[in-house]
């Protein structure tokens, strides 16, 4: 689900696209109310009065908001309390950053395998870091994120709940 969602920045600037330069202001405060709902309800709920609320003045904006809808409310299948960082892109923000100085530092590389050598290096010492216990999302939050339903085609078999274990394993 991490993979497809939209960075709600990134989507923000998606959406100004199909809005009328003189309606940005409004329609941006009306997306990022939907990030300041309390839990998921709230949130479905306060992003089903915006489409409503832009279906008869903006038209192309809400068939925009209604096709990314799933894109943009992927956080809520996560608990609260790591919505911040699923929304965030700091990780690989810094990640850039650190690549981009070190990059510099050097100036020109003598082909293209140094590049790949030193961008390999900095993401290795990131992967390190990582390991090390550094981590964006802790570990007990991301089992407890994981643990769901396991649904079966065959109806003989019984579901199981996924365990932080087996998740590991």
């Given at each position: 689900m991490?993979?497809?969602?939209?960075h709600k920045v990134h989507y923000a600037t998606n959406l100004m696209s199909a809005t009328p330069k003189a309606s940005w202001g409004w329609v941006k405060a009306l997306l990022h109310s939907v990030y300041d709902q309390p839990d998921t309800k709230s949130v479905n709920a306060q992003?089903?009065?915006i489409l409503e609320a832009l279906a008869e003045k903006l038209p192309r904006v809400a068939?925009?908001?209604?096709?990314?809808?799933?894109?943009i409310l992927a956080f809520?299948?996560?608990p609260k309390e790591i919505w911040r960082q699923i929304w965030s892109n700091n990780p690989q923000e810094r990640l850039?950053?650190?690549?981009?100085?070190?990059?510099?530092v050097v100036g020109i590389f003598p082909d293209r395998n140094a590049l790949i050598r030193l961008v390999g290096a900095v993401l290795a010492e990131q992967?390190?870091?990582?390991?090390?216990?550094?981590?964006?999302?802790?570990?007990?939050?991301?089992?407890?994120?994981?643990?769901?339903?396991?649904?079966t085609?065959?109806?003989?078999?019984?579901?199981?709940?996924?365990?932080?274990?087996?998740?590991?394993?």
């Open positions: 991490l993979c497809r969602r939209r992003f089903d009065r068939e925009h908001l209604d096709e990314a809808r799933a894109d809520t299948a996560f850039n950053r650190e690549i981009r100085r070190r990059t510099d992967h390190d870091d990582w390991i090390e216990g550094r981590r964006y999302l802790g570990l007990d939050v991301l089992s407890r994120s994981r643990m769901a339903l396991i649904t085609t065959n109806p003989t078999e019984e579901s199981e709940t996924m365990t932080p274990a087996a998740i590991t394993a």
